[in-house]
Every structure is written in C-alpha cells, then in structure tokens.
C-alpha cells in the first residue's frame, strides 16, 4: 500500500544465494571472493550487488590514501591486474597548525604503523569501479541505481533479502504514470555493505541487538575538494596532514593534503561529530582551514574541480558490533573498520569482504541458508582488522575527554605502548552518542565565519553542484521526521537550530515568513553523507533512501 493508502501490486522476485547491499570495496570484494571460491570448487554461486548510486564508485568518497593489503590479498598479482593506485606515497608530514603557524613534528614521534610507506595515493571511486569491472567478468550480477530500501524477514525472523525501492512515486506518496514497484531480491545470506551508518545496516543493528554490550558508535564528517594546481606547486607523492587551527582545544579533527596523478591535490578536512558548539560549522571550518599562510600558498593559480562529504565511522575497536545475524552479516563501514589515526578503512573493508564470503560460502556448501554465518564472526575476531584496530582504541576516546593537545599526547603514548603489548588505559569507553554531545545554545557565542571569496573559500551550494548531485524533483522527501514540529519547537531555542550548520549541503534551513519560522527540507541538495542522521539531538532526523540513482556523483574522488 502507498503513502496515500493506494493497493499496489505485488513485488516481482528473483532468487540468488548472496545479495549484497552496496557496491563499494566490502561488498565487492565480497562478490569477487565468492566467485572466487566458487570456482575453485567448480560450483555456482549466484551473487547480486545492489548499488544505490548511477553507477558503483558514484557515491564514493575517501582520502585516500589506500593500503595495498586488502587489494594484495584479494588479488595476490594486483601489480599486474592494472588496479588504478596512481601515486605510491614519497614523504609524510605532519603539522600543527596555529592561526598564523605551521609547526612540523618529527615522523620518529609517531609508531612505525602509522607510516604511509608502501601506500598509494588514489580515487578510491576508481579503484571501487576497478572492482566492479572485475566482478561483472567473474559473473557477478551488478543493479546500479536500485536501492535496498527494505530488509525481507522470514516467518522465523531471520532476514532472507531486500526489496528495492519503488520508482515513480510523487512528491504527495501516490503513484505516478511511470510508477515501477520495487524488486525482491531474495538470498540464502544476505550482505550489508552500505557503508557508515547504513539505513539497513542500522535497522538490522537495532532488531537484532548487535550492538549489545558495545560502546556506541562514533563518527567524524570527511569534507574532501579536489583541486588541479599550479604545476609548479605539485609534489607528487606528498601525504601532509595537520591537526589544530582552525578547531579549538575541545573540538577533535584534522585536515589532509595529498598530491598525486595529473597535478592533483585531494584537500580534506575531517570534524569529529561529538564536538559540542551548536553554533560550530564543518563546512565553514573547512573552508577557513584553506586560508592558512601555511596552506593556501598550494592553490594559488588551481582550480577546484570536485566536492564532496560522507560521515567516517570512528568508534573503533569497542565499537564494533556484533557481525553476523540469522540470514547475514555486516561487511565493511557498515560495521565500523576505519582506523582513525592512520585515517584508513579501505583495506579493512576489503578483508572484512572476504572474511564474510569465505563464511557465507562454506555454509552454502553445507547446504545451509539463513541462518547466522558465525564463523565471520570467529575469523574477525582472529584477524589483523582486530589486531589493527585493538592497539588505537584509545586515541579517539582520550581525545575527546582531554582535548586535541593533551588527548593526541596521550593517545601517541598508548600507541607506543601497544606496540609493545599493553596498555595502561586498558579500554576506555566512547560514553555519549554524538547526538547527545550537542551543547546548548546559551552556553555558546556564534561563530562569525568569513564570506566566501569565490577562488580560495566556497558556499555550500557552488560545492553542492560540483558534487554533480542530482535527485528526482518529485518524490517523497527521503530525510523523515518523527515530529515536523520539533525543529522550530526545540531544536532552535534550544540549539540554535543546528541542522542549517552540521549539513554540508545546504539541505536544512529555518525560513522566516510573516513573522512564522519553518523548517524547509531541501532534499535535493542532499549529498547522502548520514550526518543529519547522526548529529540531531534529539534523533529526530532518520535518513532513508530516495529513488535509486539519485544522489552524488563523485568523479575521481
């Protein structure tokens, strides 16, 4: 039944053994290991890879600076497989900034794990659409532009598939003349591969309980532009990543600078969504961080040619929920493998894929289905995605409780530590979601952030059309909330009304009309990063999917 309470017809349906939500590096190379496996055995294993965006790697966005590990395990001859890692890395720095000051410190201060040495610089978009190539020719079915917008359950509550969303459907929830219901798409296991704070992901979280016993989840909001420079400014293979000016003492997050491929720059800037200034501004941050003495010299005479943001899951270690379910298993982002101070989660991501597709296909050659992969449970909990995020546990939590200066001090000395085997903080707790750090308005003045000079510093609607983001005009708005009138009611009193400065997109705004203000949703703009989801506090946003293909369309990021 409709919005509108219109009788729909019934879903088609197609059968596979595997269905994976999400065509990013998890849930390909979950797909590829699983053909991989299969023909090894000369068996079949049916395998379909939902992609909400227009094409996979269009709603991808990284640094990156990507570690071969995952590749080089998936595919041992990488080398030769022509994987588009352009730029190996050739010097890491690292700074603190001030607002006049650029201090370098020394790499010896940091634990030899965090060295980029071997690494590349890369679009992990392209090397996303790389795997996607590879998976088409082993035989792996590929659906961009449908998007899992249900999870299917069986009449023993274990998930069975996912149904696409339907298509055609107007702004008013009725059917138009092009309506297409969605698909069915039933598996023995289904994969959720969506990435941080997946809308499936964290309705699967929720009904199952996996994150029973686990410190809530935390996350950073990654602002990323691309910028061709000025050839005589390139140093390619550079990795610079800084910490300090423009954030204060209280507020965690960095900035990166990357130099690879044709005079490229990737410029980005991480914020860590538990800061508790309502009045603070991301984008705006991010935009001031480019006016540094010590880093605006870089752009001087470029041109920015792609922008972009996507929220990072950064709880870590202790955050990490509980994999599999009866019916599936969390692959990737969606379970939280980033490892925040080497800010990399690619390579995990890839692993943690074909950790769950030996799993999924062992119990397929049982003769099992929908039941709980267990044993991607057991190979995590032995594998070096656990080890690598056990000994940084604590560098987000003691950042957030003693501030960038001391917290980052404390956190390079727990590091050390584990590089020796233990650690005298043990493993400290996350506390609050960031939605529950949020301060109040009245304990706060407002940040006066710079006017945009149109060649340095942007506004968020110039960024929004570089995304290439595009979403179909009429259809039901996909951002939902539990009480409309909440946001004027409480949130603008309360906080300031901080939608209209944590969304990097100009999605939210409170509009002021005969003397009444209201809260406009600009849906359109929407860049699919999941921060709204996350930073309201009062949880009153929930981020659903829109019709499939819409969104951003991120080149070469």
């Known amino acids: 039944m409709s919005e509108t309470g219109q009788d729909l017809p019934p879903r088609e349906a197609m059968d596979f053994d595997v269905v994976i939500v999400g065509a990013g590096p998890a849930g390909l190379s979950a797909a590829i290991r699983l053909k991989q496996l299969a023909a090894e055995k000369d068996a079949d294993i049916s395998v379909v890879v939902l992609e909400k965006g227009s094409e996979a790697g269009a709603h991808i966005l990284s640094g990156a600076i990507i570690d071969p590990s995952g590749i080089a395990a998936l595919f041992p001859d990488w080398k030769e497989q022509g994987v588009p890692l352009e730029t190996p890395v050739t010097e890491d720095r690292f700074y603190v900034l001030t607002k006049k000051a650029a201090l370098r410190l020394p790499n010896f201060l940091n634990p030899p794990f965090m060295s980029n040495h071997g ?173 540094h003495p010590g880093i605006s010299p870089v752009f001087e005479g470029g041109t920015r040619i792609a922008y972009g943001a996507r929220a990072l899951s950064e709880g870590g270690y202790q955050s990490v929920p509980k994999l599999t379910f009866p019916g599936g298993a969390l692959v990737g982002c969606a379970a939280g493998f980033m490892n925040v101070p080497r800010i990399k989660g690619s390579h995990n991501a890839v692993l943690s894929g074909m950790m769950a597709a030996e799993a999924v296909a062992e119990a397929l050659g049982q003769g099992r289905a929908h039941d709980e992969p267990a044993a991607y449970q057991s190979a995590y909990e032995a594998s070096a995605i656990a080890r690598e995020l056990k000994k940084v546990r604590n560098v987000k939590p003691l950042w957030s409780r003693f501030g960038t200066w001391l917290g980052i001090a404390l956190g390079g000395f727990d590091m050390w530590c584990n590089v020796l085997g233990f650690s005298l903080f043990g493993t400290l707790a996350h506390g609050k979601t960031d939605a529950e750090s949020l301060g109040k308005a009245s304990d706060y003045q407002p940040i006066d952030y710079p006017k945009p000079d149109g060649s340095l510093t942007f506004d968020k609607l110039s960024s929004v059309y570089l995304s290439a983001t595009a979403h179909e005009e009429d259809q039901p708005v996909h951002l939902k909330l539990k009480d409309p009138e909440l946001p004027v009611r409480d949130n603008l009193p309360a906080h300031a009304g901080p939608s209209q400065r944590y969304c990097p997109a100009g999605v939210y705004e409170f509009v002021e009309e005969n003397g009444q203000t209201r809260f406009q949703i600009n849906a359109a703009n929407c860049v699919h990063c999941k921060t709204c989801d996350i930073k309201d506090p009062a949880g009153n946003i929930t981020w659903t999917v829109p019709e499939g293909g819409g969104g951003p369309n991120y080149p070469n990021m």
């Not at 309705?203 to 691309?226: M, N, S, T, V, W």
């Not at 990795?239 to 980005?268: C, E, I, K, M």
Request: hydrophobic share 40%.
């Open 119 to 291: 690494c590349h610089i890369a679009s992990l978009g392209n090397v996303t659409r790389w795997l996607a190539e590879k998976a088409e020719a082993m035989g792996v079915e590929i659906y961009p532009g449908f998007a899992g917008a249900e999870l299917l359950f069986g009449e023993d509550g274990g998930v069975v598939g996912v149904a696409t969303g339907d298509m055609g459907v107007g702004r008013n929830g009725a059917p138009k003349d092009n309506f297409m219901r969605g698909m069915e798409l039933r598996g023995k296991y289904t994969l959720l591969a969506e990435g941080a704070r997946g809308s499936l992901s964290k309705i699967a979280i929720a009904r199952f309980g996996l994150d029973k016993d686990r410190e809530p989840q935390k996350y950073g909001l990654g602002l990323k532009e691309l910028w061709q420079v000025d050839p005589a400014r390139h140093r390619p293979g550079l990795v610079q990543h800084s910490f300090g000016w423009p954030l204060d003492s209280r507020t965690g997050g960095g900035s990166f600078l990357y130099h690879f491929g044709d005079n490229l720059v990737a410029a980005g800037f991480v914020v860590h969504l538990n800061y508790p200034n309502p009045y603070l501004s991301p984008y705006d941050e991010f935009q001031r961080f480019k006016t």
